[in-house]
């Protein structure tokens, strides 16, 4: 892997609750090195190491509060922040919470002390336990911590001697010289999973996980604890190649979220299930424009002339004249417009659609789906219905308030909606559709392309700036044209939780978002600002231009 230079720096300014006289701390990290040791030190050492340090200072116990500032500076960019901290200790059991900028208080972390042992949780790691084995002896702390991660098994070394600690990491046997000087305030962003794409590290495309992650991870934080939302998971795209993996807060109260985390997907389930119907036509199996009442016509329009005039087309286009759903129409499905008439966003058409390909290929449609997408792009953690392997494992939907709600899972499959999956996984997909990965040149082009011309309240009139040179729906994916670049984006929203993803054809980036929280959508183009990409969309985002 090609070495690249990381600089970071954290300034604390923290002053102990009852008038304790004001903390002074600086923390320098210096690093050449190269992705791995990168992953490692930010887990490692701000994530756990410091904990167990104050906990060997304060044995008779570490409860309290602090407050002052924290100022971080990576590549240059210098953050301030006023913090708060408050751990509690009960037996022993650590736990704490870290506020920023007077948001709500976020959870930072959970321990376990053992005589002289301290085991964390998926807060670190990678989303495994670290254990700290620590001696005292004098006034000088000794020992070692142990973390086990698919980047490798790495061993820290701590030594306080006078408050100062000197300790050096090793990983797979690269040695590296640290200094650190002890602090009350403990972890920056505190209950983070990193993860680094299945590709090879030569593979990373133009920046890497580690250029990309300062300042990121902190002010992701800081974007849930002022949104109240509980966690996202990202994964991020350039050149053709998955450079970026995160998964930032809580999946459920007291557990960390991973990149393991399960998410619904909600409506990013249109776009996969699009792709099945894609690559059916591509193998001949079916025409996009055939007509679907000769394998399926819904009971409620058997009566209606107009189910003659249903085509995969005008399903995957949105252009089937029904509406979202026909519990919005008394439980009974009907024809809101002519099929083929006008745009009408419609759950029902991609049902509809499904239960055609299910019926003429006589193959339940979930088998389709696993057979022709899941597995030939080894997407092993995405399912349309319920598994054991869901168990632990699925991030918990919160209201606007963050009140927790029960998941919705389907026992059985549904076209458009409640698929379960990773940002990784989903990733997976993302490149294939750059790639045009098993589907004819022919089919692929009008997957992009507009089927139906779709453009919002600000651009629909006259062309205003800002607005893109076209706008509408293809197959599966809404569809923006803009400075002759070809973007291909899609939302979701159920209860308790939104997602967004979007591409870009042309240049091959492209961003996975997904968050259990009402509120999620909040902070869609703050993270999209955070990557740095396609600013062209993102300002047509912003806008309410695209």
Not at 114 to 140: P, Q
Not at 220 to 226: D, F, S, T
Not at 401 to 423: F, N, R
Request: proline share 4%; glycine share 10%.
């Amino acid at each position: 892997m090609r070495a690249h230079g990381w600089r970071f720096a954290l300034d604390c300014a923290l002053a102990r609750n009852k008038g304790e006289q004001m903390k002074q701390i600086r923390h320098f990290l210096l690093q050449e090195a190269d992705l791995r040791p990168l992953l490692t030190i930010l887990t490692i050492v701000i994530g756990a190491l410091v904990t167990p340090l104050v906990l060997a200072a304060h044995p008779a116990g570490i409860a309290g509060e602090w407050a002052g500032a924290i100022e971080v500076s990576e590549y240059g960019k210098q953050t301030r922040y006023a913090g708060r901290i408050k751990l509690e200790q009960n037996g022993a059991i650590v736990s704490g919470s870290l506020g920023l900028d007077d948001k709500r208080p976020q959870p930072i972390l959970h321990g376990r002390l053992n005589g002289s042992k301290l085991t964390f949780g998926a807060a670190i790691c990678g989303g495994l336990e670290m254990e700290f084995h620590l001696r005292v002896t004098g006034d000088e702390l000794s020992g070692y911590g142990l973390c086990s991660t698919d980047l490798g098994r790495v061993v820290a070394k701590v030594q306080l001697s006078n408050q100062e600690v000197k300790f050096g990491a090793g990983s797979q046997g690269a040695g590296m010289n640290r200094r650190l000087a002890m602090a009350g305030l403990v972890t920056g962003v505190l209950a983070t999973s990193l993860g680094i794409s299945d590709a090879a590290p030569g593979q990373l495309g133009a920046r890497n996980a580690g250029q990309i992650r300062p300042p990121f991870t902190l002010e992701v934080h800081r974007l849930l604890a002022e949104n109240a939302i509980p966690s996202v998971s990202i994964a991020h795209i350039e050149e053709g190649k998955l450079v970026f993996i995160g998964a930032y807060g809580l999946q459920a109260p007291g557990v960390s979220a991973t990149t393991r985390t399960l998410y619904n997907i909600a409506s990013l389930s249109k776009p996969m299930s699009a792709e099945v119907i894609l690559r059916l036509a591509s193998k001949g199996k079916l025409t996009l424009d055939e007509p679907m009442y000769l394998y399926w016509t819904d009971p409620d329009i058997a009566n209606d002339e107009r189910r003659k005039l249903l085509t995969p087309r005008l399903a995957l286009s949105h252009q089937t004249g029904f509406p979202n759903w026909r519990r919005q129409t008394g439980r009974v499905l009907i024809f809101k417009h002519n099929p083929g008439e006008t745009y009408g966003y419609s759950g029902e058409g991609y049902e509809y659609v499904a239960r055609f390909a299910q019926q003429k290929m006589a193959t339940d449609f979930e088998s389709l789906a696993q057979h022709l997408v899941l597995d030939p792009l080894g997407m092993t953690e995405t399912a349309y219905t319920r598994r054991p392997w869901f168990d632990g494992r699925i991030a918990l939907p919160t209201d606007a308030v963050g009140k927790t709600l029960e998941p919705e899972i389907a026992d059985k499959w549904t076209a458009s909606d409640l698929v379960y999956t990773t940002p990784n996984d989903y990733a997976k997909f993302v490149l294939s559709v750059m790639r045009g990965r098993d589907l004819t040149p022919a089919i692929s082009k009008e997957r992009s392309r507009i089927q139906i011309a779709e453009k919002s309240a600000l651009c629909s009139s006259a062309k205003v700036e800002g607005c893109p040179d076209a706008a509408g729906f293809g197959l599966g994916w809404e569809v923006f044209i803009i400075a002759d670049e070809t973007y291909l984006t899609h939302d979701g929203s159920d209860d308790g939780v939104a997602t967004f993803v979007y591409i870009n054809l042309t240049r091959k980036t492209g961003t996975v978002i997904f968050t259990n929280s009402s509120n999620g959508q909040k902070i869609v183009l703050p993270i999209l600002d955070l990557l740095g990409k396609d600013q062209a969309f993102v300002e047509c985002l912003r806008r309410n231009a695209c």
